[in-house]
């Protein structure tokens, strides 16, 4: 039923789900609240603090004045960082007037999806996908094509199926790699492949979301923007929440084609301006400063990730593999649907992070949410004990379900 208030409302905040991930911490937080011992593995936020030598890099920019307002595609500093890194690490190669910062790479989606796309323009998005995608394409007015690959493919998506699914609407693709929620990282030669049949294609725009680019366990990160027959068509997202343990300092930036750039720079001219300037110069050491941090940090997560691994296969029915990036599991579940523990009946992946936060007071997100209905997400950015103790109620509470 439609509230009074809700009538004064835009349908398009009426037509906007909220986050997934979001909601879940929400609900971890209620039953905390209640007293219950409630272990959250549901938020994609690193439990490392940021690097001493970041934090002193803020707090020398302060003393020094960076107070004001910057320049809205960023300080020049940040800029030429940011270049250099591309050119370092991505054999990408920028100049700054090809380089946006804005408030954390999820407005640098936004910004994209803001100037690149018009009503029913067609966005392929290769999934498992982030969840904002879907909602912020859907903000651009463009409609989401869902292009899903299961457990068997590695939660990868294949050139042919991109190929088969592009039609004269299709605008703009979108995926991440490292993913979020999967962890799978897509290699060069897969990379090559699609780069191959989106070349083909000039009017499209491929937007490589690279947030996890640090937290590789591959050493062998590739970009599609690196290929030169998509070179022109590539904007590459990257940030600064993952790889250094920003996540509150919302930090984000693009490196694209000038004249998308210079559209972004326009947007979001009107919506926030630049980025804080302390906190972009903090940016700039960075990605000019020694990764030792950022890689002791990588380091942790794979330790985590094989210990988590191990454990979730001695689940009965789990379908575990092997991702090689970011911070998450992604398991296939589906052998519970249609079980109940007699007051329960788990009939879905929504179903069964609900089962699971009420009976094992563990907080995962339902893949429902990132579209892959036979899955969930869990985050392994917790300590060790958090994350074995989680993974102990999670064996009890699915042991109850026939």
Not at 41 to 69: C, M, Q, R, V, W
């Amino acid at each position: 039923m439609i509230t009074a208030e809700q009538v004064r409302l835009s349908q398009r905040i009426l037509n906007m789900q909220e986050s997934a991930t979001i909601k879940m911490s929400a609900m971890a937080r209620e039953l905390r609240a209640e007293g219950h011992d409630v272990i959250s593995l549901s938020l994609g936020e690193p439990d490392f603090d940021t690097p001493n030598h970041i934090k002193e890099a803020a707090k020398k920019a302060l003393d020094e004045g960076y107070t004001k307002y910057t320049p809205v595609p960023g300080l020049l500093e940040l800029r030429e960082a940011v270049c250099a890194k591309f050119a370092r690490d991505n054999n990408l190669h920028f100049k700054p007037t090809q380089i946006v910062v804005s408030n954390g790479a999820k407005q640098s989606f936004a910004n994209l999806s803001l100037v690149l796309l018009n009503e029913g323009d067609e966005v392929l998005v290769l999934a498992p996908f982030w969840v904002s995608y879907y909602e912020i394409i859907k903000l651009g007015g463009g409609v989401p094509v869902i292009l899903k690959a299961g457990i068997e493919q590695d939660f990868k998506v294949t050139a042919e199926q991109i190929e088969a699914a592009i039609t004269d609407k299709t605008k703009m693709m979108i995926f991440s790699s490292p993913c979020n929620p999967t962890g799978s990282v897509y290699t060069k030669e897969e990379l090559k492949a699609i780069a191959d049949v989106i070349a083909k294609h000039p009017e499209i725009t491929i937007v490589s979301d690279e947030i996890y680019e640090y937290i590789n366990f591959t050493d062998a990160h590739a970009s599609i923007g690196a290929f030169d027959n998509v070179r022109e068509q590539t904007v590459t997202i990257n940030g600064f929440s993952k790889g250094f343990a920003m996540t509150g300092w919302r930090l984000g930036y693009i490196g694209a084609p000038e004249w998308i750039a210079k559209a972004c720079a326009k947007m979001q001219g009107q919506f926030t301006s630049g980025a804080t300037a302390f906190g972009q110069m903090a940016g700039a050491h960075a990605l000019t400063s020694d990764l030792a941090p950022t890689h002791t940090m990588r380091e942790a997560f794979r330790k985590r990730r094989d210990m988590v691994i191990e454990l979730l296969r001695e689940i009965p029915g789990f379908k575990v593999n092997h991702p090689q990036g970011a911070f998450y599991i992604f398991p296939d579940i589906s052998h519970y649907f249609g079980t109940s523990d007699g007051n329960t009946i788990v009939e879905n992946a929504n179903d069964f992070a609900e089962y699971l936060l009420q009976n094992a007071h563990v907080a995962i997100v339902s893949g429902s949410a990132f579209g892959a209905d036979n899955c969930f997400r869990l985050s392994y950015a917790a300590s060790e004990e958090q994350l074995r103790e989680a993974i102990r109620r999670i064996g009890v509470a699915v042991a109850k379900l026939s």
